[in-house]
């Protein structure tokens, strides 16, 4: 509430500016900084002391999976030589290095296998994920085939000893079937 009278209210607080303002430099007094290389540099004007040129980067597309990235000229240079010509990118690679470590050294078998299973996951998995891991389960379907295991896997606890008699199995007891339709039969009946 304001004082009667329109009196003020005299406080003994004053205020007051405790900060300073930093003094004013001089322009003359600031100096450029140089590195240490730009200074041995320009001491030395014989001119055989020149940085090297500084490379552009470029970006390189993966040509396994298709993915891009940022790499010197003479780094994609030396990718391709190594990899048959073809440009692909480090996680490819490393893909590739365990592919050539299954195959028995054959690079180039192993980079077109790794590029037929990018190229395979890039048309099939990306779009239609569900569909790619149906495909996943075919393949393995096929090679347990092949390995002679068949699509049912073989029980490892023996059903037999020596003598031919049979030992420590699980019996089967009778189905449940006909004890559940015996009670839906019963519940048609007193309804």
Not at 5 to 27: D, H, M, Q
Not at 177 to 186: F, L, M, Q, V, Y
Request: aromatic letters at 6%; hydrophobic letters at 30%.
């Amino acid at each position: 509430m304001a004082p009667p009278n329109g009196e003020a209210i005299v406080s003994s607080y004053a205020r007051t500016n405790t900060f300073s303002k930093p003094p004013k430099l001089a322009t003359d007094s600031l100096q450029r900084t140089v590195s240490d290389i730009s200074f041995e540099l320009s001491k030395e004007d014989n001119g055989e002391l020149t940085l090297p040129a500084i490379s552009e980067v470029e970006d390189a597309k993966c040509e396994c999976c298709g993915m891009s990235e940022e790499c010197t000229p003479e780094y994609i240079k030396r990718v391709r030589d190594k990899f048959l010509g073809k440009w692909i990118c480090g996680l490819c690679t490393e893909a590739v290095k365990e592919e050539i470590e299954k195959n028995g050294g054959k690079k180039e078998e192993a980079l077109s296998t790794h590029m037929n299973a990018c190229s395979r996951f890039n048309k099939l998995g990306r779009a239609y994920p569900v569909l790619f891991q149906a495909e996943a389960m075919r393949e393995i379907l096929k090679k347990s085939t092949r390995d002679g295991r068949g699509y049912r896997a073989k029980s490892i606890s023996p059903r037999t000893d020596k003598t031919g008699q049979k030992i420590g199995g699980i019996a089967r007891s009778s189905s449940c079937i006909p004890a559940i339709t015996r009670e839906i039969n019963d519940l048609r009946m007193s309804n």
